[in-house]
């Protein structure tokens, strides 16, 4: 009898969460899911809810239909100087007592260049100001600053490590389940009563670059 109503609970809460998936994904632009390791929330935020810079000008970004992904549409770079790639989420529609990184899900392209320059990331606490400089990084009032390149390690060349300490600087994975890259943009612990608008980014604005492929902002629990 225990082990009967205990299967009932688990089909109740996939149902939901797989309708409330359907619901968030197609009005908000973002997918709801719940971890499979802590059981708490985490969420991916469509490109097209992502903040990117020049984004909606056709000559420097464009969406690129997807039959692969969890959304139907990634932004595609075609070329830019300043990258400048924002996501937004709010502490209340996380897990209280927990600890989260923010991804950037992205594919490079055959077209790839200027994307093996190191970029700044960081996720914080957002201030309300003027959207002025990259730095959109100055209205980010907490949280560290991290330098990372796109590109994956094993396919830069020998000027950037010398150029960089190596060590310092990040790089993307390449070992997600659906085989795009990822990379850590930060993480934040998230208490519960706390409601913050919680801001990541990813911004370089030093030289030209072109072709990636951007699927959204994941937002999950940090594993321990
Ligand atoms: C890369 O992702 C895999 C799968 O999620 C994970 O097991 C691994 O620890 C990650 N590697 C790094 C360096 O974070």
């Not at 260049?113 to 201030?127: E, T």
Request: glycine share 8%.
């Amino acid at each position: 009898m225990d082990i009967h109503i205990v299967i009932v609970k688990v089909d109740l809460l996939g149902l939901a969460a797989l309708c409330y998936l359907h619901v968030l994904a197609r009005t908000g632009g973002y997918i709801f899911s719940l971890d499979k390791w802590s059981g708490k929330k985490c969420y991916m935020i469509a490109a097209k809810r992502l903040r990117i810079a020049w984004g909606d000008t056709p000559n420097y970004w464009t969406r690129k239909s997807l039959l692969e992904s969890r959304f139907k549409e990634a932004a595609k770079l075609h070329f830019v100087c300043w990258l400048e790639i924002r996501g937004r989420i709010e502490t209340h529609m996380l897990s209280p007592s927990t600890t989260y990184k923010a991804y950037l899900v992205y594919k490079l392209t055959k077209r790839t260049y200027g994307l093996d320059w190191p970029a700044v990331v960081k996720v914080g606490a957002r201030a309300y100001g003027f959207d002025y400089e990259c730095p959109g990084l100055k209205e980010i009032t907490t949280g560290i600053k991290h330098t990372a390149i796109l590109v994956p390690q094993r396919k830069i060349q020998g000027h950037l490590a010398r150029h960089h300490e190596i060590n310092e600087v990040r790089f993307p994975n390449e070992s997600r389940a659906d085989g795009w890259l990822e990379m850590e943009l930060g993480e934040f612990h998230c208490q519960g009563d706390e409601d913050v608008k919680l801001e990541m980014i990813c911004c370089e604005t030093s030289m030209g670059k072109s072709g990636l492929l951007v699927q959204g902002i994941e937002v999950r629990p940090k594993r321990i």
